[in-house]
């Protein structure tokens, strides 16, 4: 009989003491858990708040670049405007002096007569690109995406500035945004 009664404290410890285990460790993988859990959206929170501000940083630079570019082919539209003609050597030059951007490279006059003058003085149709009447309607205006003239297989922007001659629109000026170029140029930096 005395071994059953001392055996009966010893069973009770080691019941107590498995329940007890059991319960701190359920206590701390729901602790771990919580905090994992909080961890990770104080993480996630911080990530958006970088991601979100590097985005605007990234807008505001495209949208300074853009402005800047668009006054630059203001002024060679006024100096092609001032040539009084449209002789491809004397366009090649207005044109050459526009500094390239990475989204907006490329530049070229189309002519009242449909034709296009590109930055290095070539000359293509215009017929199955852009339409001088349609594209004039506008005044100045950026266009959806459409096929460039200097690389068939690309889609780019076009972004249009009148060309006066004798007080009245005679060419377009126009420039092509490169969306890919853009996109690498002004990738958020988020770290």
């Known amino acids: 009989m005395q071994n059953d009664k001392t055996k009966l404290p010893a069973d009770t410890f080691v019941n107590t003491s498995i329940i007890a285990t059991i319960i701190l460790v359920l206590l701390i993988g729901i602790c771990s858990l919580s905090n994992n859990k909080r961890a990770?959206?104080?993480?996630?929170?911080?990530?958006?708040?970088?991601?979100?501000?590097?985005?605007?940083?990234?807008?505001?630079?495209?949208?300074?670049?853009?402005?800047?570019?668009?006054h630059s082919l203001r002024i060679i539209a006024k100096v092609i405007g001032?040539?009084?003609?449209?002789?491809?050597?004397?366009?090649?030059a207005g044109l050459s002096v526009f500094e390239t951007n990475p989204i907006s490279n490329n530049i070229a006059v189309l002519t009242s007569d449909n034709t296009i003058i590109r930055v290095?003085?070539?000359?293509?149709?215009?017929?199955?690109?852009?339409?001088?009447?349609?594209?004039?309607?506008?005044?100045?205006?950026?266009c959806e995406f459409e096929?460039?003239?200097?690389?068939?297989?690309?889609?780019?922007?076009?972004?249009?500035?009148?060309?006066?001659?004798?007080g009245?629109?005679?060419?377009?000026?126009?420039?092509?945004?490169?969306?890919?170029?853009?996109?690498?140029?002004?990738?958020?930096?988020?770290?």
């Open 82 to 92: 001032n040539s009084g003609s449209y002789d491809p050597k004397s366009v090649q």
């Open 40 to 70: 990770k959206l104080l993480n996630q929170g911080d990530c958006f708040a970088t991601l979100s501000n590097s985005s605007a940083d990234a807008a505001q630079r495209i949208e300074s670049n853009l402005v800047g570019g668009i």
């Open 120 to 142: 290095d003085g070539s000359v293509i149709s215009a017929e199955g690109l852009m339409d001088f009447e349609s594209e004039a309607q506008h005044d100045e205006h950026i």
């Open 147 to 166: 096929e460039s003239v200097y690389f068939p297989d690309k889609t780019v922007i076009h972004g249009f500035i009148p060309i006066e001659m004798d």
């Open 168 to 191: 009245k629109v005679t060419g377009l000026l126009f420039n092509e945004f490169n969306t890919e170029s853009a996109a690498k140029q002004w990738a958020p930096e988020m770290y």
